[in-house]
Nanobody, 129 residues
């Protein structure tokens, strides 16, 4: 049983920062690429950022590149999304995800939901103006 649990969401002002964490269990985290998606009300789920199984490679959506930083600590089985310079359009439920197969390195295809096998329950991020 794979379990991914997000935490750290909340309400922040425009220009502020927020740190999201994802705690993983039930899978060998050293073998799985992980990432973050977000979904706003009435919109489709959107890829935000991904990080390779080793943590050596990262991939960001254009909308967050330069503002968000993804990282992971495999010893602690956690993944972090540091969000800076937040904008109202960042408001969404943020989901942690793990890849559908181990040892994935084809990070150019991470934007499609088919890449991912397990999802967390989501954490709400609200950015006020």
């Amino acid at each position: 049983q794979v379990q991914l649990v997000e935490s750290g969401g909340g309400l922040v002002q425009t220009g502020g920062s927020l740190r999201l964490s994802c705690a993983a269990s039930g899978l060998p985290v050293t073998m799985y690429t992980m990432g973050w998606f977000r979904q706003a009300p009435g919109k489709e789920r959107e890829f935000v950022a991904g990080i390779s199984w080793s943590g050596g490679s990262t991939y960001y959506a254009d909308s967050v590149k330069g503002r968000f930083i993804i990282s992971r600590d495999n010893d602690k089985a956690t993944m972090v999304l540091q969000m800076n310079s937040l904008k109202p359009e960042d408001t969404a439920v943020y989901y942690c995800a793990s890849a559908n197969f181990p040892w994935r390195y084809d990070m150019g295809t991470m934007s499609t939901p088919d890449y991912w096998g397990s999802w967390g329950q989501g954490t709400q991020v609200t950015v006020s103006s």
